[in-house]
């Protein structure tokens, strides 16, 4: 049974945010608050972990496509071939924020993922993410929890949360009430960046 953990977004306590990083560390699977709706992830180099989250979403790891959460933009060099000035000033600018940028991966992604020529980047501005990310020293690879409901489509009460993922993930953590609106995915692979997916928050590319 997942454990449901109230964590204050305003003062992220330490020693919850630890408990939280060594589950990860330990190939655990958590339900965690962002600046949208609330994500599942797990620590980006536990293979085991990938490929629990990918078996619950229905698709291949290796064709999933997932975002890194990361603290800020020093993560990029890790996993993003390198950007010309114009598309850092983007990234410095919606960051943190309600974005997802599609980036060029480089060479150093994990094995898993060595086949994808892009991959997703998230900074959520919410400080129980950041505390997570600076708590493990690497990316969470996450992805939304979307519901079959059509009507609504992201749940955004952490204990209906954990009703339903009870025996999926190890833990819930309960930082209030999530948004019901997902990030909005931008891609900067392209020679003019487009929104793939009109989500929360807008943003206007000169």
């Given at each position: 049974?997942?454990?449901?953990l109230?964590?204050?977004?305003?003062?992220?306590?330490?020693?919850?945010?630890?408990?939280v990083?060594?589950?990860?560390?330990?190939?655990g699977?958590?339900?965690?608050?962002?600046?949208?709706?609330?994500?599942?992830?797990?620590?980006?180099?536990?293979?085991?972990?990938?490929?629990?989250?990918?078996?619950?979403?229905?698709?291949?790891?290796?064709?999933?496509?997932?975002?890194?959460?990361?603290?800020?933009?020093?993560?990029?060099?890790?996993?993003?071939?390198?950007?010309?000035?114009?598309?850092f000033?983007?990234?410095?600018?919606?960051?943190?924020?309600?974005?997802?940028?599609?980036?060029?991966?480089?060479?150093?992604?994990?094995?898993?993922f060595?086949?994808?020529?892009?991959?997703?980047?998230?900074?959520?501005?919410?400080?129980?993410?950041?505390?997570?990310?600076?708590?493990?020293?690497?990316p969470?690879?996450?992805?939304?929890?979307?519901?079959?409901?059509e009507?609504?489509?992201?749940?955004?009460?952490?204990?209906?949360?954990?009703?339903?993922?009870?025996?999926?993930?190890?833990?819930?953590?309960?930082?209030?009430?999530?948004?019901?609106?997902?990030?909005?995915?931008?891609?900067?692979?392209?020679?003019t960046?487009?929104?793939?997916?009109?989500?929360?928050?807008s943003?206007?590319?000169?």
């Open positions: 049974m997942a454990e449901l109230r964590i204050y977004n305003e003062n992220p306590e330490q020693n919850k945010i630890k408990k990083v060594d589950t990860l560390r330990n190939g699977l958590v339900i965690y608050p962002t600046d949208t709706v609330y994500g599942l992830g797990c620590d980006i180099t536990n293979t085991a972990a990938l490929e629990k989250i990918a078996q619950i979403k229905g698709v291949k790891l290796d064709k999933a496509n997932f975002s890194f959460i990361c603290e800020d933009l020093s993560n990029l060099s890790d996993y993003v071939k390198q950007i010309d000035t114009a598309t000033k983007i990234l410095k600018r919606c960051l943190p924020g309600p974005y997802t940028f599609v980036l060029p991966g480089n060479n150093n992604l994990p094995n898993v060595k086949k994808k020529k892009t991959v997703g980047i998230r900074v959520p501005d919410n400080n129980i993410c950041k505390a997570l990310v600076s708590g493990l020293g690497n969470i690879v996450s992805t939304s929890i979307k519901d079959d409901d009507v609504l489509e992201y749940t955004t009460d952490p204990e209906l949360i954990k009703e339903k993922w009870d025996k999926l993930v190890d833990i819930v953590i309960d930082g209030g009430f999530g948004d019901n609106i997902p990030s909005t995915v931008i891609d900067l692979t392209t020679a960046p487009e929104v793939i997916r009109e989500g929360k928050g943003i206007e590319i000169m």
